[in-house]
């Protein structure tokens, strides 16, 4: 495992880290969510990504619960919660116990200590943007749990690179701590973001990422180009059928069976080569892998070892295999 440095922070976290989406809490059992987070711990991952939103609650509380029970050095491991959505979701929350809002971040960074079981936050994400609550709010209230030692780090998810801007101008005129990372989708399907607007702001104000669905969902792995909706999988569960239109499309399915004849080529399984090709971006500061079994982690953990494989023209090939002009990367 190597650590790359959160942006600009000294903050070193392991280039793989193990997040908890749809999982912990809801598809997998509490015994797989343990397995998963010793075998991670094991290999080296440092950084445990969760959020009040997952399984309403239920996802910190068994996080909580397995780092009660593996009594792992408190510095020896970093882990997250994202505040926004509540633990009920927007629609069932009340308007107090939502958004990022002093009362609701104060509250929400409180509510993921217990659940968590931990005395501090190291990350802190607000989970997207609110556009009801005025900037200088949101920036003030993180920077005194800062100074509180309540969370170490403050970071954003899915907010535009002008809106971090406007967060670290409130933080420079007050004299305040800024987002230090922001959590973008990232894969091989999904790029813009990371590669193209945010291209300028990891120079500026040296923004750290925490990438997630590295594999489109499960998409990347090829299994759902295989069998039209493979059993057990998190796009054929129910209540997903939104997450399955956004990726499971034509085209994308199409560009994955491109692609999959590379890593044939290279010897490698189309997960593998899909969470290394997201690691050889030097702004990428740690991948965030999801796993409903500890095969599918030890697997991807293989990537580390991949990324040699990933030559520059093994790059253009896959740039190619996408559909696109083969372009020098803009990193
Ligand atoms: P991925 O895109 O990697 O999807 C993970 C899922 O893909 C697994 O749960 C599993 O699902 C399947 N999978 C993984 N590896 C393999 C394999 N080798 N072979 C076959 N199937 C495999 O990542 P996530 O979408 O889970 O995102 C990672 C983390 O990022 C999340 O856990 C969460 O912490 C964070 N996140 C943050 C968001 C935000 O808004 N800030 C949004 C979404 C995620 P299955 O077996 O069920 O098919």
Known sequence: ???????????????????????????????????????????????????????????????????????????????????????????????????LHRKHVVEACEQAMKRLNVDYLDLFFCHRPDKETPIEETVWTMHNLITQGKILYWGTSEWSAQEIMEAHMVARQYNLIGPTMEQPQYNMLHRDKVEVEFSQIYKTVGLGTTIWSPLASGVLTGKYNKAKMPKNTRLGMEGLEWLKDKNVTKDNLKKVEQVEQIAGDLGLSMPVLAVAWCLKNPNVSTVMLGASKTAQLKENFKAIAAKEKLTPDVMEAIEKALGNKPIAPAF
């Open 1 to 99: 495992m190597e650590y790359r440095r959160l942006g600009k922070s000294g903050l070193q976290l392991s280039e793989l880290s193990l997040g908890s989406w749809l999982t912990f809490g809801k598809q997998i059992g509490n015994n797989i969510a343990e397995d998963l987070m010793k075998l991670a711990y094991d290999n080296g991952v440092n950084f445990f990504d969760n959020a009040e939103i997952y399984s309403r609650g239920e996802s910190e509380k068994v996080m909580g619960k397995i780092l009660k029970k593996m009594k792992w050095d408190r510095d020896s491991y970093t882990v997250s919660s994202k505040v926004f959505f509540g633990i009920r979701g927007l629609v069932d929350s009340k308007p107090t116990q939502k958004g």
